[in-house]
C-alpha cells in the first residue's frame, strides 16, 4: 500500500517553455501533498505544500508563480515549471500523506527534469 | 532554529555487522514524528522507520531500530546484519507545523556496504 506515482521520470526540455509534472496517489487519498526539490548529492527542499482545493503554500524563496502548482483531487496533484530555464534543471520529487493524519509521507519515485 | 544534523557524511559497514547513524534535531514543539528515509540509487524516498516523540518505546523494523533519546534531541538509526541491499543515502527527518506537518531533512549519510 501507498504508492505514489509521478510522471514523467524523466524529461528534456528546450527554455522557455512548460513543463507539468504530475503525482498521483495509487492507493489512498492524499489530503496533503508536498513538492520537493532535490540538487545533486543534496537533501530534499520543501518548495510547497498543496491541500486538495485550496491554494497551495510555497516556501520562502520559491517563485509561485514559476511553479505552478494544484491539487484539483485527492488523488492528483501537478506542478508545472513555467517558462522553464537551465537553472531550473533538477530533481523533483512529491510525496503525499493520507486522510488520517498518520504523518507519514509517500513518496513519488520523482522527475529529473532537465532544461537545454 | 529548526535543524536536523546528520554528522556523518558517510559510513561504511562490512556484509552482516552492525552500523549506527546519528541525528540530532532541534525543536520547540512536544509533540512531533521522527523519520529515517532511505534513497538508493534509483533515488525513491523509502521509509525505514518513524518514530512518534511521546512514545519512549524505541521503535523497530526487523533489521532496522532506533535509539531515540528525547532530552537529548537524538535519533540514532542502527541497522543489523547489514545486507549489500541497504547501501544508499539515508536522511533523517522530523515533521513540524502539526499533524499534516512538513518535514525538514538532515543532508543525509551515505552508506556503503562492503562484501
Known amino acids: 500500500g501507498a504508492v505514489v506515482s509521478q510522471h514523467p521520470s524523466r524529461v528534456i526540455c528546450k527554455s522557455g517553455t512548460s513543463v507539468k509534472i504530475e503525482c498521483r496517489s495509487l492507493?489512498?487519498?492524499?489530503?496533503?501533498m508536498f513538492w520537493y526539490r532535490q540538487f545533486p548529492k543534496k537533501s530534499l527542499m520543501l518548495m510547497a505544500t498543496?491541500?486538495?482545493?485550496?491554494?497551495?503554500?510555497?516556501e520562502q524563496g520559491v517563485e509561485k508563480d514559476k511553479f505552478l502548482i494544484n491539487h484539483a483531487s485527492l488523488t492528483l496533484s501537478t506542478l508545472t515549471v513555467t517558462s522553464a530555464h537551465p537553472e531550473d534543471s533538477s530533481f523533483y520529487i512529491c510525496?503525499?500523506?493520507?486522510?488520517?493524519?498518520?504523518?507519514?509521507?509517500?513518496f513519488g519515485p520523482g522527475t529529473r527534469l532537465t532544461v537545454l | 532554529a529548526q535543524t536536523v544534523t546528520q554528522s556523518q557524511p558517510e559510513m561504511s559497514v562490512q556484509e552482516a555487522e552492525t552500523v549506527t547513524l546519528s541525528c540530532t534535531y532541534d525543536?520547540?514543539?512536544?509533540?512531533?514524528?521522527l523519520f529515517w528515509y532511505k534513497q538508493p540509487p534509483s533515488r525513491q524516498m523509502i521509509l525505514v522507520i518513524r518514530?512518534?516523540?511521546?512514545?519512549?518505546q524505541n521503535a523497530t523494523e526487523n533489521r532496522f531500530s532506533v535509539n531515540f533519546q528525547k532530552a537529548a534531541k537524538s535519533f540514532s538509526l542502527k541497522i543489523s546484519d547489514s545486507q549489500l541491499g541497504d547501501a544508499a543515502m539515508y536522511f533523517c527527518?522530523?515533521?513540524?507545523?502539526?499533524?499534516?506537518?512538513?518535514?525538514?531533512f538532515g543532508k543525509g549519510t551515505k552508506l556503503s556496504v562492503k562484501p
Open positions: 510525496s503525499a500523506s493520507d486522510v488520517s493524519p498518520s504523518d507519514t509521507q509517500y
Open positions: 492507493d489512498f487519498q492524499a489530503t496533503t
Open positions: 498543496s491541500n486538495e482545493g485550496s491554494k497551495a503554500t510555497y
Open positions: 525543536t520547540s514543539e512536544s509533540d512531533y514524528y
Open positions: 518514530q512518534e516523540a511521546y512514545k519512549q
Open positions: 527527518a522530523r515533521n513540524y507545523g502539526g499533524s499534516q506537518g512538513n518535514l525538514i
